[in-house]
């Protein structure tokens, strides 16, 4: 179903729409303005799925153990120095 609605555009973006349409990429200004907001909606859409995601990510972290930087920097090293040894690697 198609709803009626009156808009107001610059007078660049009118011209862009209508060069989209002389150059046969759309059949009206009105389809180039219904994908561009499609478009807005997808994007929109995407970005509160990340978002949300995310917050998710974040409230799972925040519930379990926290790890000091210290420590942090204790276990990479004993990563790498294990990898080294494997690959007997010398520094």
Same mark, same amino acid.
């Given at each position: 179903?198609?709803?009626k609605s009156s808009i107001?555009?610059?007078e660049q973006q009118d011209a862009f729409a209508r060069n989209l349409v002389?150059? =046969?990429r759309f059949s009206s200004v009105s389809a180039v303005i219904?994908? =561009?907001l499609d478009l807005l909606?997808?994007?929109t859409e995407a970005q509160e799925a990340e978002t949300a995601a995310l917050k998710s990510l974040? /409230?799972?972290r925040?519930? =379990?153990h926290f790890v000091s /930087?210290?420590?942090m920097q204790a276990r990479v090293a004993a990563v790498i120095e294990k990898k080294r040894r494997d690959a007997r690697v010398d520094r």
């Open positions: 179903m198609s709803v107001s555009l610059t002389e150059q =046969g219904q994908s =561009g909606r997808q994007r974040l /409230a799972d925040q519930k =379990g /930087a210290q420590d």
